[in-house]
């Protein structure tokens, strides 16, 4: 198999708390450095839903108490790229020092271009941050807040996700990549930004990690798509008796299970969704799904689901 590899990392195995974020990035780090001992081309994009849920909602209730603003999605965003970036960086070359590797370890703060007319935008449905009474989620709606009630617990704040149309730091990206440097980017999705009149703005929204993963990889000349999740193999008839482990799938074979419902919309079937739109944007593609701690023998083979063309 070709040797640059894009892997994406879900935001809920990177864990809520600070401890538990070094404790899983210092678990993949070691694989990915075996990995680039071989030769491979590193990329890694992250998910941050937990993360930035966590940071949104301490801002918010901190500015509850002092009566600041709410802080914009997009600060929040950008600053879960920042400090899951850190973490990954310091924990991939700490391993890269240990083998006598002298490669560098960059995170780009990554912006994901959307349509601001994305129908998306008319049906949010995400909920972000802090939980707010109904007196005070009322103010909020008056500032173009849209809220909902959250299963009895308060009122929170929902933002649409749209599907991102490019990123804006492709070009630097793809200069990092063949330069050398093993390259973070995309993190959380991206910080989603539209275009108006030849000016670049932020807006509430969240992106989908997988889609993004999937456009940095193409644009990157990725041979394969390694993403890692909760399980070891993706299955069909998943928790019944008839419960079936798959070592490899092609894409028609992907998409009719898909349509028969057997991937959860919540779960696997964004990702396999993606798997087959970075199999198809190029011959040669593949996509593998596997655990977190199975990365090397994934790719080896011993482990995983493999997506193919047909």
């Known amino acids: 198999m070709g040797k640059?590899?894009?892997?994406?990392?879900?935001?809920?195995?990177?864990?809520?708390s600070f401890e538990g974020l070094i404790e899983t990035v210092g678990i993949v780090a070691e694989p990915i450095a075996d990995l680039i001992e071989k030769g491979y081309e590193i990329l890694i994009c992250h998910g941050n839903g937990p993360q930035v849920g966590m940071l949104k909602t301490s801002i918010d209730y901190g500015n509850k108490e002092t009566k600041q603003e709410m802080m914009p999605l997009s600060e929040c965003v950008a600053m879960s790229q920042s400090y899951i970036g850190y973490h990954l960086q310091n924990a991939i070359q700490n391993q890269l020092r240990k083998k006598g590797i002298n490669?560098?370890?960059?995170?780009?703060?990554?912006?994901?271009?959307?349509?601001k007319e994305d129908p998306r935008f008319q049906n949010p449905t995400k909920p972000v941050g802090a939980f707010f009474s109904k007196e005070e989620a009322d103010k909020l709606e008056k500032l173009d807040k849209v809220m909902i009630e959250d299963s009895g617990r308060g009122y929170r704040e929902v933002v649409p996700s749209p599907r991102p149309k490019s990123i804006l730091e492709k070009e630097s990206i793809n200069t990092l990549i063949d330069s050398g440097s093993i390259v973070i980017a995309g993190g959380g999705g991206g910080i989603p930004i539209y275009e108006e009149n030849k000016w670049y703005?932020?807006?509430?929204?969240?992106?989908?990690?997988?889609?993004?993963s999937v456009m940095i990889a193409a644009d990157a000349a990725c041979d394969s798509l390694v993403i890692l999740t909760g399980v070891e193999k993706v299955a069909v008839h998943f928790n019944q008796p008839d419960e079936k482990w798959l070592d490899q799938l092609t894409v028609?074979?992907?998409?009719?299970?898909?349509?028969?419902?057997?991937?959860p919309e919540g779960s696997m079937l964004p990702k396999i969704k993606a798997a087959i739109e970075f199999i198809t944007s190029a011959p040669g593609r593949k996509t593998l799904i596997t655990s977190l701690y199975k990365l090397n023998e994934g790719l080896e083979g011993k482990t995983g689901t493999w997506i193919i063309n047909d």
């Not at 935001?11 to 809520?16: D, E, P, S, V």
């Not at 490669?103 to 349509?115: E, F, N, P, Q, Y």
């Not at 703005?201 to 993004?212: G, N, T």
């Open 201 to 212: 703005r932020a807006i509430d929204a969240v992106i989908d990690k997988d889609w993004v």
């Open 103 to 115: 490669k560098s370890v960059v995170t780009v703060i990554t912006r994901a271009l959307v349509d």
């Open 4 to 16: 640059r590899i894009l892997i994406s990392l879900g935001g809920n195995a990177l864990g809520t």
């Open 252 to 263: 028609s074979e992907a998409e009719k299970y898909a349509e028969e419902g057997e991937f």
